[in-house]
Nanobody, 112 residues
Framework: QVQLVESGGGLVQPGGSLTLSCAAS????????ITWYRRVPGKEREPIAV????????NYADSVKGRFTISRDNAKNMAYLRMTNLKLDDTAVYYC?????WGQGTQVTVSS
């Protein structure tokens, strides 16, 4: 079955960095665009970064542009989200999505 498993979340101070990973299985990963989302309690899940099937095209929400970088490794069925200069407002559960499915998410907490 389709599985997307996020990892790499944790507690980080403002200005710090984290890299999230997304391990995918059960579908043709190289044929699916991958999107990273985040959700803050009480709010809708927000798409923040998307990468095309080959990785040639990426797009970002204004809130993370210039600070976050999405990438993928089709040989390993993996996607990544490199997050730098983290802010308090980046605190959320982060999910990766592809082929119409999402993972369980990984918590990122930015706090001093």
């Amino acid at each position: 079955q389709v599985q997307l498993v996020e990892s790499g979340g944790g507690l980080v101070q403002p200005g710090g960095s984290l890299t999230l990973s997304c391990a995918a299985s059960g579908f043709t990963f190289s044929s699916s665009a991958i999107t990273w989302y985040r959700r803050v309690p009480g709010k809708e899940r927000e798409p923040i970064a998307v990468i095309s099937t080959t990785g040639a095209v990426t797009n970002y929400a204004d809130s993370v542009k210039g600070r976050f970088t999405i990438s993928r490794d089709n040989a390993k069925n993996m996607a990544y989200l490199r997050m730098t200069n983290l802010k308090l407002d980046d605190t959320a559960v982060y999910y990766c999505g592809g082929a119409g499915f999402w993972g369980q998410g990984t918590q990122v907490t930015v706090s001093s």
